[in-house]
């Protein structure tokens, strides 16, 4: 076959690929099965030095084709997360879709990316879920069999579902209830490795026997590095979308490894076990998944010296994980590009900073920032978007496609506390002297140059955190802050800056702080929505007239999106 291949000039390794194909689905006799020609295409770009062939399965349409409910959709990220296991290239990309709720169509557009770019092939999968699962899965090499559980409700014995998806991520395994069983076929050719249900695991007969079993039996074989708190367990579900989105993010837990929670932090039984979990875990280690209660949660992380990555509506980042950097990239993500724009300072002017907000989650660059990434009004005028810089470790690929895509209107801003979400100021000093010096090795590495301080570190705390980046590398040029202090439970240890322009007084750095009234911090509450511009105008022109220029006023935008609807207030904000 080879030989037949080589005797053609052929213009493009692509073109090679395409005979290829063509052969070995026609002519060779018997053909070769569509998972066996996938695997050997691998082979060959591999060969070749080119894009990795991926598989592209439409989640969205799966589910409304077959009424996919949480359990076949918990045990459709579980397989992607196995699929793509570390150390090999990225395998399957999910269509999220509605999981994606900050930017449903985000997948296809980074499928157009990718593809116009030569980094990948994509082959799509039947869009049902033995489509995939025979698609990616046909042999016993990838998954060694299934393990069953009650239930994946909200209540009852639901709880169940945790245990057996940090079991399928340290056996290889997929999670599978005896409904699921009866409902699709392909799941049949997978034997029973383990048996979860309360017949045949006594220790599964209550909740708190349950999390025993699992603290003692799966905790230990699970990374250290990293948590994931599934956010299901919880009837306040129904009222929260962000609660299903996080399912989202499951493949990431298994292809790590990570314990899988369902926790409530909120709740002082869970929150006693969550602690008893989380001191088990390596300093700053990565808080992946929700809570209902995003301040019970962040603080509880905070204390215990992680750091919290809000990936609800976070789908793909085990392909994300894997995706191989550009050449040009020079073999790590490149540097975000610094704010400096050069122009000497106009004591007569007042400043005016957006800065987009969910600098903390994996979320806001998944979906393009919401899609303003992709709109073609990004450039037209300054925006400094909040980012996590360690992201740029976790997912280089994704964080170099900003870093070189960057307008010279696009700058950035490290939220939310500068290198992952924490409480500074629920921090001991030896926490914070820990987290600044890693994010001071960051900024040094990949940028940016300002940190947000979320308003959770008053002057003292400031200071230290400067002392200890530049140890660790480079200190934030600047830091800003927001008012927390008005932000009912967010208040607890937040700080209220005197001004809104401060300078630290250990070294002199600039703290610019966020107006509360007039309100210009997140979501802008109550904007008029008939004329958002001058409305946001007179909120930007009241907090400046309080003031003698020069001065510098931010503005924090919502959710780190800026679609149509809010690109359009910032370019018709005449002040």
């Given amino acids: ?138 042999s016993n090499t990838t998954v060694k069999g299934v393990v069953l559980y009650e239930n994946a409700l909200p209540y009852g014995t639901g709880y169940t579902l945790a245990m057996a998806l940090t079991l399928s991520s340290q056996e290889a395994l997929l999670p599978v209830t005896s409904e699921m069983l009866a409902s699709h076929a392909c799941l049949a050719a997978f034997p029973v490795a383990r048996d979860l249900r309360i017949g045949k695991a006594p220790e599964m007969a209550s909740r708190e026997t349950a999390w025993k079993w699992a603290i003692e039996s799966l905790l230990p074989s699970a990374s250290t590095d990293r948590i994931f708190n599934l956010y299901h367990y919880d009837l306040r579900y129904k009222s929260d979308p962000q609660s299903n989105a996080t399912l989202a993010n499951l493949d990431l837990a298994i292809q790590n490894r990570a314990f899988v929670l369902d926790l409530k932090p909120d709740d002082p039984s869970d929150n006693a076990l969550l602690a008893q979990i989380l001191d088990r875990l390596d ?33 793909n980042l085990s392909f994300w994980a894997l995706l191989a950097l550009p050449a040009a990239a020079g073999g790590r993500a490149r540097k975000l590009p610094g704010g400096d724009s050069g ?77 992952g979400y924490v409480y500074l100021g629920l921090l001991t000093e030896a926490q914070l002297d820990n987290y600044a010096s890693r994010t001071g090795a960051l900024y040094a590495k990949y940028g940016p140059e300002v940190a947000d301080t979320y308003g959770q570190a008053n002057l003292t705390t400031i200071a230290r955190y400067s002392a200890a980046a530049k140890r660790g590398g480079e200190a934030p040029a600047a830091f800003v802050a927001q008012p927390l202090w008005a932000h009912a439970a967010y208040s607890e240890g937040a700080y209220q800056c005197p001004e809104l322009n401060l300078y630290s007084p250990a070294d002199g750095v600039p703290i610019i702080c966020t107006a509360n009234s007039p309100n210009l911090f997140y979501r802008n509450r109550g904007l008029n929505q008939t004329d958002p511009g001058s409305d946001l105008a007179g909120r930007v022109r009241a907090v400046a007239n309080r003031y003698e220029p020069p001065f510098f006023i931010t503005v924090c935008e919502p959710h780190g999106g800026l679609e149509p609807s809010r690109w359009h207030p910032m370019q018709h904000c005449t002040i």
């Fill in 343 to 419: 122009r000497l300072l106009d004591k007569s002017k007042y400043y005016v900073t957006f800065e987009t907000n969910e600098g903390d989650t994996p979320r806001i660059v998944v979906s393009a920032f919401g899609s303003s990434w992709a709109s073609p009004q990004r450039g037209s005028l300054p925006v400094a978007w909040s980012v996590d810089p360690v992201l740029s470790e976790r997912f280089p690929a994704l964080m170099d496609y900003y870093a070189s895509t960057a307008t010279a209107n696009d700058s950035f801003i490290g939220g939310v506390a500068g290198a």
């Fill in 1 to 138: 076959l080879w030989k037949l291949r080589y005797k053609t000039v052929l213009s493009t390794k692509l073109k090679l690929l395409w005979d290829l194909q063509l052969v070995l689905l026609t002519e060779l006799q018997p053909p070769l099965s569509h998972h066996k020609f996938m695997l050997f295409t691998t082979f060959v770009l591999g060969v070749l030095g080119t894009a990795p062939v991926v598989h592209f399965w439409d989640l969205d349409a799966a589910t409304k084709a077959e009424r996919l409910d949480y359990a076949e959709q918990a045990l459709a990220f579980t397989l992607q997360g196995l699929v793509n296991h570390r150390g090999g290239p990225p395998a399957v990309m999910f269509k999220a879709g509605t999981f994606d709720f900050d930017w449903p169509l985000a997948d296809p557009h980074w499928r157009a990316v990718l593809e116009s770019s030569g980094r990948a092939v994509f082959s799509d999968l039947p869009p049902t879920l033995c489509g995939l699962v025979v698609g990616v899965a046909p």
């Fill in 283 to 315: 300093p700053l280690f990565d808080a992946y998944g929700w809570a209902r209660d995003e301040h019970a949660w962040t603080k509880a992380v905070s204390v215990a010296g992680g750091v919290v990555f809000c990936s609800f509506a976070s789908p």
